[in-house]
């Protein structure tokens, strides 16, 4: 193979590897370190990449999962997938229904709330007094359906949600593995509905996976010494990244 058909494949493997290793250590991370590198790189069409990511995702789940289930909080990851499943079509529809204007000044506002958000969880890292109620897994899942149909980031009203709760580290990091895993399935089902999964996406996926599954037990074995505040406080700092990523580039498109 010449190396300037190389290169990108290797950089598109590192990039699952680092994101796996993230995901694997924190639950989430995964899906946003690599679409968002990649976009900014170019080293694959994006819908090629996001296919490739919700396969290996499942990977990342089998091997992260399996010893672990008993820390998960059903109730809230039940509750999660029943609000993200239906808006994440609603989430399209309404992109499709708004003009670009007004798509861009929503991307701003959301943007500026998810920044807000983490900033102030971020100050304040300490978990909620008690769990909060399943109807406000439900709003989370809703809003990240939404997020996930309009802009195809689904991980901030989870993450943020995930991580006020009084859980311990790896009881959160499971819930959202797995919330992430329900959506990467819809959405690897729905591609091969649409017969959108072709040679190219299974070939990256197929060498993807090894790494994934390396990375993953890698992760699982020599997480990093961190304790329970500085893991909220990287989460929430990814948050603040997150909602600038998303502002940046709407203010730029309307000051242009």
């Known amino acids: 193979m010449k190396l300037e058909l190389l ?7 590192a990039l699952l590897g680092a994101g796996t290793y993230f995901q694997t250590v924190t639950g989430f991370g995964l899906g946003m370190i690599v679409m968002g590198a990649t976009s900014g790189l170019g080293l ?18 089998a091997c992260a999962l399996p010893g672990k289930m ?10 999660a997938a029943i609000g993200i499943l239906p808006s994440v079509v609603a989430g399209v529809m309404l992109l499709d ?4 204007t007004a798509a861009t000044l929503l991307q701003i506002l959301l943007g500026a709330v998810i ?13 909620l007094p008690r769990r909060s109620g399943d109807g406000s897994f439900l709003v989370s899942g809703i809003f990240g359906g939404l997020l996930s149909g309009m802009f195809g980031v ?18 959160i990091r499971c819930a959202l593995i797995l919330v992430f895993t329900v959506t990467s399935s819809v959405r690897t089902l729905f591609s091969a509905w649409q017969g959108q999964l072709d040679g190219q996406i299974w070939l990256q ?37 997150i909602g600038a990523s998303l502002m940046v580039p709407a203010l730029i498109s309307q000051i242009g």
């Open 7 to 13: 290169i990108p494949v290797l950089g598109l493997q």
């Open 205 to 241: 996926a197929a060498i993807g996976v090894p790494v994934v599954v390396l990375a993953t037990l890698l992760g699982r074995r020599f997480p990093p010494p961190f304790s329970a505040t500085t893991t909220r406080r990287i989460a929430f700092g990814v948050l603040m990244g």
């Open 115 to 127: 920044l807000y958000g983490g900033l102030s969880a971020a100050l304040r890292p300490e978990p």
């Open 70 to 79: 008993q820390h998960i909080d059903w109730r809230a990851v039940l509750a």
């Open 97 to 100: 229904y708004l003009s670009s």
């Open 154 to 171: 689904s991980g901030p009203p989870l993450i943020f949600q995930f991580y006020r709760q009084p859980m311990k580290p790896v009881e």
């Open 44 to 61: 694959a069409p994006v819908a090629t990449v996001a296919a490739v990511v919700s396969l290996v995702t499942l990977a990342n789940s």
